[in-house]
């Protein structure tokens, strides 16, 4: 069986982990956070740099 000590220092380490990875991968605020949504039924704009597909003649 593992011992107490071994355990605790893997707890420890798990929780170091998941902080630093929590810290680098940390939410972005987005640019357009503050913009209001579209109405119901109101088509969304395309976001900035996303190809929209030229309509079929």
């Known amino acids: ?3 107490f000590d ?3 220092s893997w707890f ?3 929780i170091i982990s998941y902080t630093l990875v ?4 940390a ?3 987005s ?3 503050g913009k209001a ?4 039924g109101e088509a969304a704009p395309p ?6 597909p030229s309509e079929m003649a």
Do not use: Q, Y
């Open 12 to 14: 420890l380490l798990l």
């Open 22 to 25: 929590s810290l680098i991968n």
């Open 27 to 29: 939410p972005r605020v």
């Open 6 to 8: 071994k355990l605790g």
């Open 31 to 33: 640019a357009d956070a």
């Open 47 to 52: 976001a900035v740099g996303v190809a929209v």
């Open 1 to 3: 069986m593992v011992s």
């Open 37 to 40: 949504t579209p109405a119901e």
